[in-house]
């Protein structure tokens, strides 16, 4: 698969920022006209800004965070559908994106809420590695939360779902970074630290998904970058 950026002419992403190269992963070759999905981490959330574990927790967005998410739509060109899970982080986030493009407010698809993380939730990354020694280090699912293998399902169903219901569309899906990361290892990219109003491409038909290249949506020169380390 090539680069979407340029595979699609009529969509052309201003300010954006491409994280550094890594390889793609496809399941299958993808067959003519698929659904393109551009899927992104929700701006900033008050949470995110003092490094708690949310889950399917519901903190609202920082006020970096409201600042990313304008900044991120104002750069954003040829969208059709914007659509976004049900938790607040992610609803705010694409509307606040949907506002630049002349788009209504988002499609809400409960199944892209980011990963339960059980008894993590609430917690730093030091006492979640107090309370469960290695387990981070070793990625074993989160006690009382949901398995990676459950997440992957229900996000294949969520990316699919959209794909049948805006055929020929350009969708922006505002999710989370667990929802991303986890798709990412499930069509075999190794999974890294993704920053807020960061996301990735997928091409999704009827037999076939397809991932594509990272972007970041907005410019560092506007405003502040931020990565969480946790979900």
Do not use: C
């Not at 209504?104 to 008894?119: F, I, K, M, T």
């Not at 922006?172 to 996301?199: F, M, Q, S, W």
């Amino acid at each position: 698969m090539g680069d979407p950026l340029r595979r699609i002419p009529f969509l052309t992403v201003g300010g954006v920022r491409r994280l550094p190269p890594r390889e793609m992963a496809s399941e299958a070759t993808v067959t003519s006209d698929p659904v393109r999905i551009l899927l992104v981490r929700h701006g900033q959330s008050e949470w995110n800004a003092v490094g708690r574990w949310q889950g399917w927790a519901d903190p609202p967005l920082s006020d970096l965070g409201r600042q990313q998410s304008r900044l991120a739509g104002k750069g954003l060109q040829g969208i059709d559908v914007v659509a976004s899970s049900d938790l607040r982080r992610a609803i705010d986030t694409a509307t606040l994106m949907a506002e630049p493009l002349g788009l209504p407010g988002p499609s809400v698809e409960a199944r892209l809420r980011e990963r339960d993380v059980g008894d993590w939730t609430g917690l730093t990354r030091a006492e979640i590695d107090r309370g469960w020694p290695e387990a981070l280090a070793a990625m074993t699912d989160p006690p009382g939360g949901e398995s990676v293998t459950t997440l992957q399902a229900r996000v294949g169903a969520a990316v699919t779902h959209l794909a049948q219901t805006y055929p020929d569309s350009v969708v922006l899906a505002v999710t989370h970074g667990g929802v991303i990361r986890g798709l990412e290892r499930h069509l075999g990219v190794a999974p890294d630290a993704l920053p807020n109003l960061g996301g990735t491409w997928l091409e999704v038909s009827s037999d076939a998904m397809t991932i594509g290249p990272r972007v970041l949506l907005v410019d560092p020169s506007e405003v502040a970058v931020t990565i969480p380390r946790q979900l």
